[in-house]
T-cell receptor, first 115, second 114 residues
Framework: KNQVEQSPQSLIILEGKNCTLQ??????????LRWYKQDTGRGPVSLTI?????NTKSNGRYTATLDADTKQSSLHITASQLSDSASYIC??????????????FGTGTRLKVLA | DAEITQSPRHKITETGRQVTLACHQT?????MFWYRQDLGHGLRLIHY???????NKGEVSDGYSVSRSNTEDLPLTLESAASSQTSVYFC?????????????FGQGTRLTVV
């Protein structure tokens, strides 16, 4: 069964510090890997989208990396801010044998940034 | 600005009642999706549509139905609400069929079935 697993489940860091979130997946073959940020009570918002041929993608203080060989991705947050407190969700798009592209969601990492 | 909106934001209903959750997007996207989000689970796909008059079942479609009569709207209907359907529901839309296009999510509807 294709899965997406994220670690850690939750993380607390101090404002200004860096952190790295992990995503391991077994989806194969896959089309792309996405990272979303979800604030409490809101819908997910896209941070990065990487195809299988890309190794890294940045969006401001957010940098995602992808190793398609080991099926691992990470999201690095630099100089964290209070507004970074949210859940971060890894999503892998499975290339279908027929029909639609299927998005497989991880359960997310809940990040709390403290002043 | 284009957007995707869901209504209501919160809903409490009784077991056995029919409930409809609305989703409206102004992106002019062909693809629309309904997901549910529960603790301990990633978002799970309920139904999706690739265009007007097209609807398809997702992985957790039992007890739910959708219809697509125009590009902008994909209402989700719970035929006979059950307590197991208490959840947060998200609608999303995207353009294109390559799988590499960005998906935009609504704000969510929190549904409680009592």
């Amino acid at each position: 069964k294709n899965q997406v697993e994220q670690s850690p489940q939750s993380l607390i860091i101090l404002e200004g510090k860096n952190c790295t979130l992990q995503c391991n997946y077994t989806v194969s073959p896959f089309s792309n890997l996405r990272w979303y940020k979800q604030d409490t009570g809101r819908g997910p918002v896209s941070l990065t989208i990487m195809t299988f041929s890309e190794n890294t993608k940045s969006n401001g203080r957010y940098t995602a990396t992808l190793d398609a060989d080991t099926k691992q991705s990470s999201l690095h947050i630099t100089a964290s801010q209070l507004s970074d407190s949210a859940s971060y969700i890894c999503v892998v798009s499975e290339i279908p044998t027929s029909g639609t592209y299927k998005y497989i969601f991880g359960t997310g990492t809940r990040l709390k940034v403290l002043a | 600005d284009a957007e995707i909106t869901q209504s209501p934001r919160h809903k409490i209903t009784e077991t056995g009642r029919q409930v409809t959750l609305a989703c409206h997007q102004t992106w002019n996207h062909n693809n629309m999706f309904w997901y549910r989000q529960d603790l301990g689970h990633g978002l799970r796909l309920i139904h999706y549509s690739y265009g007007v008059q097209d609807t398809n079942k997702g992985e957790v479609s039992d007890g739910y139905s959708v219809s697509r009569s125009n590009t902008e709207d994909l209402p989700l209907t719970l035929e006979s609400a059950a307590s197991s359907q208490t959840s947060v529901y998200f609608c999303a839309s995207s353009d294109g069929g390559t799988g590499n296009t960005e998906a935009f999510f609504g704000q969510g509807t929190r549904l409680t079935v009592v």
